[in-house]
């Protein structure tokens, strides 16, 4: 069994910096799409960033692109999302996520994720 625990919230300023982990126990990580979700006051969870099972390729939601990065550590099990230039929109909960048959094509689709962390929140400040 897949257990995710994210960490790194906190409150920021507009403008500001902040780098969330997520590190996965139980199986290692290597083989498995991982990405980052985030759900904001009365929206819906949407996709923001992530990686394939191959870790060969990586995706952006266009609302974040150019200033969010997702990095990976195969041997710590752990994910990263380097956040910059936090705009208060940002303002979400955000939730790591883990699937080891997901396909490329599927990546941005939450429902094809079977494991998902607790989720941690982020407010950025204006």
């Known amino acids: 069994q897949v257990q995710l625990v994210e960490s790194g919230g906190g409150l920021v300023q507009a403008g500001g910096s902040l780098r969330l982990s997520c590190v996965g126990s139980g199986r290692s990580m290597r083989t498995y799409a991982m990405a980052w979700f985030r759900q904001g006051p009365g929206k819906e969870r949407e996709y923001v960033g992530g990686?394939?099972?191959?870790?060969?390729?990586?995706y952006y939601a266009d609302s974040v692109k150019g200033r969010f990065t997702v990095s990976r550590d195969n041997a710590k099990n752990t994910m990263y999302l380097q956040m910059t230039s936090l705009k208060p929109e940002d303002t979400a909960v955000y939730f790591c996520?883990?699937?080891?048959?997901?396909?490329?094509?599927?990546?941005?689709?939450?429902?094809?994720?079977?494991?998902w962390g607790q989720g941690i929140q982020v407010t950025v400040s204006s």
């Open positions: 990686f394939s099972r191959t870790g060969g390729y990586t």
């Open positions: 996520a883990a699937d080891e048959r997901i396909i490329t094509s599927s990546v941005r689709l939450r429902s094809k994720y079977d494991y």
